[in-house]
């Protein structure tokens, strides 16, 4: 009963569409019918547990008749898209199941299978295939005082338009956190920017982080995990906790400057999950002249760089000149190595000479990742989360414009507009204005001169 009311609070406090969570209350609540129905739209989005409730309604007759074969149906797909109790039950019920029902129960999961949108390893979404121009003028925005003593610490995620002329033209936020608590000021100083004039528009993606040094220390960092039940509520199922959990985890790492990687062999966090190994202090140093981009290597006991574990970002120099280079300060580990002046951006970070930043990665479970519990959000329904995903990967672009998402829309229809194909680009611009988004406006506008 507690679980129950529990639910039914953060359904009124967030007033969730159709996902995850409405679907388990009304499972609790027996309504079988709006349950199946709820479980049966996120199958779309690779939701395992969605479909092992399925074969438990099936197996139990929980709103129908008693289905062996369909429950073997749904405890096969959730078995393929990873459900950790699955492979269990399957073994039981292939015991139960004759060779028919075996047979019918096979063909329908992998056809089942074969309707899931998303996919464990998806091609990256890029807004452009070509080179941005280079930055002229780019100042970070300057944010009243009253926002950051309310707002000590957050960041934007801004996909934009620049013209032909290097200026600014088109700009929404597609992640932030808090959401929107910078975003009139991002966008006011967007306007200032000035890139190279290289005659023809560009789309283009920026990350800008704001925090006060010393806002945030491994105490405080800990608290905010866990503030407001956060932790505790993502844990129970809400998608919208777990949304915000993904932008906590991703806001603590940036602002500690630890970068994180998934250890399988280390035990999920307990009730309350520990972050302080990330903002101890090691000072790193390393001379590689002229890096451009960011990659990841591995070194030896001595610091030096033994192998190359992701030079996809890297520009210059060569990936196999960094071999045998040293980072000082360091020993055996991982790090990331990235130009200061990226296009991650922060106002407590940013020099005014070229250098290079030295990050350490950290082992850490998957729910200490902003990945998993985007992720997680997004397989249960939440659209911010699918939004923040979408603009990472090409599986989750597609699907949001499949469900005619405005955002996602627009801007994959400026990318078309770009990459010649302006009838299908313009197409998909009008679809979104019409759905009342205004960045589409402004980008038909941009597009159209």
Same mark, same amino acid.
């Given at each position: %009963?507690?679980?129950?009311?529990?639910?039914?609070?953060?359904?009124?406090?967030?007033?969730?569409? &159709?996902?995850?969570?409405?679907?388990?209350?009304?499972?609790?609540?027996?309504?079988?019918?709006?349950?199946?129905?709820?479980?049966?739209?996120?199958?779309?989005?690779?939701?395992?547990?969605?479909?092992?409730?399925?074969?438990?309604?099936?197996?139990?007759?929980?709103?129908?008749?008693?289905?062996?074969?369909?429950?073997?149906?749904?405890?096969?797909?959730?078995?393929?898209?990873?459900?950790?109790?699955?492979?269990?039950? =399957?073994?039981?019920?292939?015991?139960?199941?004759?060779?028919?029902?075996?047979?019918?129960?096979?063909?329908?999961?992998?056809?089942?299978?074969?309707?899931?949108?998303?996919?464990?390893?998806?091609?990256?979404?890029q807004l452009s295939k070509e080179q941005p121009p280079a930055e002229i003028s780019t100042p970070m925005p300057d944010i009243p005082n009253d926002v950051t003593r309310k707002h000590p610490f957050g960041y934007v995620v801004v996909q934009f338009l620049v013209d032909g002329e290097g200026r600014v033209k088109v700009a929404d936020a597609v992640d932030g956190?808090?959401?929107?608590?910078?975003?009139?000021?991002?966008?006011?100083? %967007?306007?200032? *920017?000035?890139?190279?004039?290289?005659?023809?528009?560009?789309?283009?993606? $920026?990350?800008?982080?704001?925090?006060?040094?010393?806002?945030?220390?491994?105490?405080?960092?800990?608290?905010?995990?866990?503030?407001?039940?956060?932790? @505790?509520?993502?844990?129970?199922?809400?998608?919208?906790?777990?949304?915000?959990?993904?932008? $906590?985890?991703?806001?603590?790492?940036?602002?500690?400057?630890?970068? $994180?990687?998934?250890?399988?062999?280390?035990?999920?966090?307990?009730?309350?999950?520990? =972050?302080?190994?990330?903002?101890?202090?090691?000072?790193?140093?390393?001379?590689?002249?002229?890096?451009?981009?960011?990659?990841?290597?591995?070194?030896?006991?001595?610091?030096?760089?033994?192998?190359?574990?992701?030079?996809?970002?890297?520009?210059?120099?060569?990936?196999?000149?960094?071999?045998?280079?040293?980072?000082?300060?360091?020993?055996?580990?991982?790090?990331?190595?990235?130009? @200061?002046?990226?296009?991650?951006?922060?106002?407590?970070?940013?020099?005014?000479?070229?250098?290079?930043?030295?990050?350490?990665?950290?082992?850490?479970?998957?729910?200490?990742?902003?990945?998993? *519990?985007?992720?997680?959000?997004?397989?249960?329904?939440?659209?911010?989360?699918?939004?923040?995903?979408?603009?990472?990967?090409?599986?989750?672009?597609?699907?949001?414009?499949?469900?005619?998402?405005?955002?996602?829309?627009? *801007?994959?229809?400026?990318?078309?507009?770009?990459?010649?194909?302006?009838?299908?680009?313009?197409?998909?611009?009008?679809? &979104?204005?019409?759905?009342?988004?205004?960045?589409?406006?402004?980008?038909?506008?941009?597009?159209?001169?």
């Amino acid at each position: %009963m507690r679980l129950i009311l529990v639910l039914g609070f953060l359904l009124l406090s967030f007033g969730v569409r &159709a996902d995850w969570l409405s679907a388990l209350q009304a499972y609790e609540n027996k309504q079988y019918a709006v349950a199946k129905t709820g479980f049966t739209n996120l199958l779309p989005l690779g939701n395992a547990n969605a479909a092992f409730n399925l074969g438990v309604m099936a197996y139990y007759g929980e709103g129908q008749e008693v289905d062996l074969e369909q429950a073997l149906t749904y405890f096969l797909l959730a078995e393929q898209l990873q459900h950790e109790q699955a492979a269990d039950i =399957v073994k039981r019920i292939y015991e139960e199941a004759s060779t028919a029902q075996r047979a019918g129960a096979e063909e329908a999961a992998a056809k089942a299978l074969a309707g899931v949108f998303i996919k464990k390893n998806a091609q990256r979404y890029q807004l452009s295939k070509e080179q941005p121009p280079a930055e002229i003028s780019t100042p970070m925005p300057d944010i009243p005082n009253d926002v950051t003593r309310k707002h000590p610490f957050g960041y934007v995620v801004v996909q934009f338009l620049v013209d032909g002329e290097g200026r600014v033209k088109v700009a929404d936020a597609v992640d932030g956190f808090p959401e929107g608590a910078f975003d009139p000021y991002v966008f006011r100083t %967007m306007g200032r *920017w000035q890139y190279e004039a290289t005659g023809k528009a560009h789309l283009m993606s $920026v990350r800008l982080s704001f925090w006060a040094t010393g806002s945030m220390n491994a105490r405080s960092a800990n608290q905010i995990i866990k503030g407001q039940n956060l932790w @505790s509520y993502a844990q129970l199922g809400s998608s919208r906790h777990q949304e915000m959990l993904g932008s $906590v985890l991703n806001l603590v790492s940036m602002v500690s400057g630890a970068e $994180v990687y998934i250890d399988e062999d280390l035990p999920a966090p307990a009730n309350e999950p520990d =972050v302080s190994a990330w903002f101890e202090s090691r000072k790193f140093d390393i001379n590689i002249p002229g890096l451009a981009g960011a990659v990841s290597v591995a070194t030896n006991e001595k610091g030096e760089i033994v192998r190359l574990l992701d030079a996809s970002e890297l520009t210059h120099p060569a990936a196999e000149t960094l071999q045998g280079t040293r980072i000082r300060g360091a020993n055996s580990g991982f790090f990331r190595l990235s130009n @200061s002046l990226s296009q991650d951006r922060s106002f407590s970070r940013v020099s005014k000479k070229n250098s290079i930043l030295v990050e350490q990665y950290h082992a850490v479970h998957q729910e200490l990742t902003a990945g998993y *519990w985007w992720k997680t959000a997004a397989a249960n329904g939440d659209r911010r989360a699918q939004r923040i995903l979408g603009a990472q990967r090409e599986d989750w672009q597609f699907y949001l414009i499949q469900q005619q998402d405005p955002l996602a829309t627009a *801007w994959h229809g400026a990318r078309l507009w770009l990459d010649g194909e302006a009838a299908e680009g313009k197409a998909l611009l009008e679809q &979104a204005q019409a759905a009342g988004y205004k960045p589409a406006s402004e980008l038909l506008q941009a597009l159209s001169l």
